[in-house]
């Protein structure tokens, strides 16, 4: 699943920025089931 890698790569560019902070929190809204549908 590819969903965490995403994720990772987004923090760590948003990090870089000085975006992140001790007190952010991520949210997630998915429309599909990830282990439903194959990896493309």
């Not at 948003?14 to 493309?40: F, H, K, N, S």
Request: proline letters at 5%; a negative charge.
């Amino acid at each position: 699943m590819r969903v965490g890698t995403a994720y990772a790569q987004a923090y760590m560019a948003m990090q870089t920025q000085g975006l992140m902070r001790a007190d952010t929190r991520w949210i997630a809204v998915y429309y599909d089931d990830p282990y439903a549908l194959p990896e493309a």
